[in-house]
């Protein structure tokens, strides 16, 4: 059972930092569902719709049912150890290794293969992906879907040793038992994307994913990046190649967390249209922090003493941090969306600010105690103690 709780983290728009001999990483490892929620609770958020998984191992879901995303099936409501959101399908894994899957069905993503349906400990589907994945027992990758990108072709070198999976925009990673990050997918822009540097291979402890570029963290804390850099963001600085227990991606931005709680960033620095200051890390970032997460455009970081740190685009306010967040009441987790953020403080309430469109902000006023809570593009999703999920 233990073996079967392994929980992956996917390209989302929330992080969870996972230790690994004293290195940390954003979006990478794949911590026990105990581990992250307590009681076996995990939450997935899709393109539309969202997942939710029970203590006692029943799937929930709500919003978008177009194609049937969010009509579990019998079979889900039992038993379930994994949930994953896709763009137009669902997924969720027994406690017996089998992977269920509901909704979509446009490429294939909800037709599970025969061997998908035993021996399985993880599931992975990104929230615009249009694929699934899953990891077996033995460390084999299995994927099956759209494969217009050549995602639903594992490579060999994916179909042994693998402890963790990722699926990205157009490509999907793979971190070996022996440290190597395994690529597939589409590079449609001839970005690079799927080209692991050599110096990641047998060292990368933590992997994270941008639009169209990719991060890796090393056991020696040295970041390395590939993929496209036509905004610099795969131009890893002289900072971020020691020291580093942390890292992020944004969309054309990357970011890097040191030891000694400085925040160091890279990429779009160019004075474009798209250009929101990102990169520029202020004085109040350069020491202190202890979390940090890209936004789509913009970059948050917390510091020990609860305050918190934004940068980048304001378009739509989602860097003003509310005065409210004030002693003795400090934030204590950070999470971006595309044009919104939410900070949860230490006496569980949850405060957000930014753009407002689908009523992503309009907070409940009676959520009291809250435990976690995550963003997707237009909707924003809290962990109550009692286990129950607001969204």
Known sequence: ?????????????????????????????????????????QIAGGRYHS???????????????????????????????????????????????????????????????????????AIASGNSAFHSLALTSSGKVIAWGNNSYGVSDVPEEAERGVVAIAAGYRHSLALTSAGEVVAWGGDPYQSGVLDIPNEVQG??????????????????????AWGSNDYGQSSVPKEAESGVIAIAAGRAHSLALKSDGSVIAWGISNGSWDDYGQTVVPEAAKNGVIEIEAGYEYSLARKADGTIVAWGDNGSRQIDAPARIAAPVKAKKLAAGAAHSLALTSDGKVFGWGLNLDKRLDIPADLQAMQAIGTEFSYSLALQADGSIVG
Do not use: Y
Not at 206 to 223: D, E, N, P
């Open 51 to 121: 997942l939710a998984l029970t203590s006692d191992g029943e799937v929930l879901a709500w919003g978008s049912n177009q194609s049937g995303r969010t009509t579990v099936p019998i079979e889900a409501q039992s038993n379930i150890v994994q949930v994953s959101a896709g763009q137009d399908h669902s997924l969720a894994l027994t406690s017996d290794g089998k992977v269920i899957a509901w909704g979509g069905g446009r490429f294939g993503e909800a037709d599970v293969p025969e061997e998908a349906k035993s021996d399985i400990v």
């Open 203 to 224: 060292h990368a402890v933590a992997i994270s994913t941008g639009k169209h570029h990719s991060l890796a963290l090393t056991a020696s804390g040295k970041v390395v």
């Open 1 to 41: 059972m233990a073996r079967l709780c392994i929980s992956l983290l996917l390209i989302q728009s929330f992080l969870i930092a996972v230790p690994f001999d004293n290195v940390s990483a954003q979006g990478s490892f794949h911590p026990a569902l105990s581990d992250r929620w307590g009681g076996g609770q």
